[in-house]
């Protein structure tokens, strides 16, 4: 099962963002009058994030954590990162890392309390010494100390994106048909990941951080987002994400921890900084333009679209449906 593209590229009856945004606001509305909404139903969450410089940039600790405070939520966010590395030497070094914050190296706090969720990134590019076979060794050693201490665990991989490289057209990269054996480093796109979650010990749920820069890129291009040309857009170097991606990354995460509608969901600290002239200015447009993106990303039945007159009931009952659809692969 992939996860929903966005309306231009499934050829469906899309409503581009402003539609997608005036539609996501009214199910929201409705959510907040049924107490339907993630502030609604507040969850109090323990996760584990482990990774490196890729997914580090999702900001569990602080982005994700505000996101989860101001919707009414508690998140107690925890991560081993080790930059530059991949599970594989992660699973057989847990000793080793960049910081490993609150409750120590992996391997120390996955035996040594419980946790509501446990999210890891598989990471082959070539150059880092690890296949895609390793990738899934690593997330199954790690996934099963974690189940062994907590059984309800909800695993989730957090799926990063490829190196934005000169000219590359990102929408088409990750289009493009892959038929991994699990001996290569991979430079990633979509099939990739599909093979990564098909191949680990499940269920496991998806953040789909790739997919999201993947609508994100054809809108882009077709004019949608406010003062964007690509997805090349939300790179600060060739494979890290610059301030915009950063939130995009980060809103992601937070939907699918808490299930929850990215609409409306913002917190400081994604405004531009001095260090790197690749960031952007984070408009109220262009947050709506990107928590519209996500939005309709984690629609995993399908192109938001608006409902014909006298069915908008019918859309609101569909909507109540998919909310426990979001992020999932193999079910929970």
Known sequence: MKLGKSATSRGGRGVGVAGAVLWAWLLGWV???????????????????????????????????????????????????????????????????????????????LTGRTFDALIMEPFTMPGFESTGNEEVAGFNVIANTA???????????????????????????????????????????????????????GPIEVIPVGEVLYNFDVRARA?????????????????????????LASLTFYSVLFDDSPVGVYTLGYETGPQWPSDRALTPQVRADVQAVVWDTLNTSGPMTLPEPGVAWAGVFAFLGLRRRIGTRGGR
């Open 147 to 201: 189940r062994a201490t907590s059984p309800d665990v909800r695993v989730i991989m957090y799926q990063a994106f490829p190196d934005q490289v000169a000219a590359m057209n990102y929408a088409t990269h990750w289009d493009a048909p892959a038929t991994p054996t699990g001996d290569e480093t991979l430079q990633w796109n979509r099939d990739y990941f599909d093979w990564i979650a098909a191949q680990v010990q």
């Open 31 to 109: 959510g907040v009058c049924f107490g339907l909404t993630g502030a609604g139903r507040a969850e109090t969450l323990s996760a584990y994030l482990i990774g490196n410089s890729l997914s580090f940039d999702a900001r569990i600790r602080t982005g994700v954590v505000d996101m989860a405070t101001k919707s009414g939520h508690v998140l107690d966010a925890h991560e081993h990162i080790w930059g530059g590395h991949a599970l594989k030497h992660i699973a057989a070094d847990p000793d080793t890392f960049s910081f490993a914050l609150w409750e120590g190296p992996w391997d120390e706090a």
């Open 223 to 247: 004019g949608q987002i406010d003062g964007f040309d690509s997805a090349a857009d939300l790179y600060r170097d060739v494979r890290h994400l610059n301030n915009v991606g950063r939130y």
